[in-house]
């Protein structure tokens, strides 16, 4: 791997049940543990699959015309069982629409490949998820120098 390749975010605790994610770029997002109106990391999971193929599907049809409305729903069921806490059933829904005309009849038709593609090869976050990756925890003295 690469440092091209290499994506970061730290996660510093603010309060009690209360987290701010930091990029590589400076942007900051707030999440918590659901007791407010944060999203938490389960939400959070959700919004990542949703905003990855919401991003790949719009590049493609956005070309030919500017979408009417456009709008991705991401559901699946939070269990725990024998084998711990995980998503189940994840869906994801889109509703999109284009004005009337040649550009719109163009991006209606492309439409239905644009998210087979996202969902089969682009979506990194689908198909993280869909593939299975392992995830190493450990603890680090200096956190500059995690991961």
Known sequence: MSEES?????????????????????GTIGFG?????????????????????????????SRHTEPTAFTVTVRGHKVGDEDGNRMTDLAVGFHVTFPEGTAGDRARAILP?????????????????????????SIEDDPAEDL
């Open 6 to 26: 290499l994506r970061r975010v730290t996660v510093e605790r603010t309060a009690t049940g209360r987290y701010t994610a930091t990029n590589a770029r400076g």
């Open 33 to 61: 543990t659901g007791d407010g109106t944060e999203f938490t990391p389960v939400e959070l999971l959700l919004a990542a699959i949703g905003g990855c193929t919401a991003a790949d599907v719009d590049v493609s049809t």
């Open 113 to 137: 490949r644009a998210i087979t593609v996202s969902h089969d090869r682009l979506c990194t976050v689908s198909r993280t998820i869909e593939t299975g990756t392992p995830v190493t925890v």
